[in-house]
């Protein structure tokens, strides 16, 4: 399973949560164009470091509520808060990030309706893991805006990962080839989502679940469009580095001292790696939601077979 690339210039993406862009994804379009085609050399312009750093930059553009939510969780790690508790201002930072990406128009209200569902989903699995009979991990500062115990800004670092993605999706012009049945995905979903519950009581199923993600993805080839000509990469190596890179995150929100595993109550250490699991896991449950309202883009392999069907009977 290595990653390939396909040199055809994509076709017009159409469907899916919204087939136009935003006004100011035109806008760094244009200027990604403009430095491209007018300021770069012929010789540097459509290559591999080229693509790499217009990669990095829709990348970026995509993580715009993730990175500017993680920003503000470092930011705040270096300020005493006295009048208003530090997760209240997170909490209505998070509200005015998500407020200004719709007035932007870098969000839909479609968009916005699945992301804030995975929000909630999260919300669930946060009052349970937080619970202290369960302990998974704790919020050591107090608020006002909580339910029970856990801060109502929580909810907003999981929406991160389904922004990222729905906007990834529309940045990238993602489409794929041998995408699973959608059936399947979803009850994988389902099965991840309790297993997170679950395996305090029963036997953990976590290996099992990677070795089905393993199964019904192993032949799904994700294809993207960085600049002008379309890539594709296996599926299972996208989530992988989303996982890491979710992984690394987690360690500048507990760096940040937002929340706190039991091994960091005395001091800061890394996160362990195998909770990169986790967070694959997890985003495989948010990469499912998005994809409920982006069904024109998974079996596009399906719907060009079926046209050259239709025209050979012509």
């Known amino acids: 399973m290595s990653l390939s690339f396909y040199s055809s210039v994509h076709p017009k993406n159409r469907g899916g949560l ?82 200004m990406l719709l007035i932007l128009k870098v969000e839909t209200w479609k968009e916005t309706q699945v992301i804030l569902l995975f929000h909630v989903v999260a919300t669930i699995m946060e009052l349970f ?96 469009v960085i600049y002008l000509k379309e890539r594709q990469m296996p599926m299972l190596l996208a989530f992988v580095l989303i996982a890491f890179f979710l992984w690394l995150a987690e360690n500048a929100g507990t760096y940040g001292r937002i929340w706190q595993y039991p091994n960091q109550a005395e001091v800061w250490q890394w996160v362990s790696l195998g909770k990169m699991g986790a967070w694959f896991l997890l985003m495989i449950v948010s990469f499912v939601l998005v994809s409920l309202h982006q069904k024109s883009t998974l079996y596009n392999d399906q719907q060009i077979s079926k046209r050259i069907m239709q025209k050979s009977k012509i």
């Open 129 to 224: 893991k937080t619970h202290p009979s369960i302990g998974s991990w704790q919020y050591p500062e107090i608020c006002f805006f909580k339910i029970g115990n856990v801060p109502l800004f929580t909810g907003f670092m999981y929406s991160a990962v389904g922004s990222f993605i729905a906007r990834s999706w529309k940045i990238m012009k993602l489409r794929y080839t041998n995408y699973p049945p959608l059936w399947v995905t979803v009850l994988l979903a389902v099965a991840i989502y309790l297993n997170f519950f679950t395996h305090h009581f029963i036997y953990d199923f976590r290996y099992v679940l990677f070795g089905l993600i393993g199964l019904f993805y192993f032949r799904t080839q994700v294809y993207f």
């Open 18 to 99: 919204s087939s136009s862009e935003a006004p100011i994804d035109v806008y760094f379009n244009q200027l990604i164009f403009y430095w491209s085609e007018r300021l770069l050399s012929p010789t540097l312009r459509g290559s591999r470091l080229h693509e790499l750093v217009v990669f990095g930059i829709k990348q970026a553009r995509a993580a715009s509520f993730g990175g500017s939510l993680l920003a503000l969780i470092i930011l705040t790690s270096s300020f005493e808060f006295t009048t208003i508790a530090r997760y209240d201002f997170l909490f209505i930072g998070a509200i005015f990030i998500q407020m």
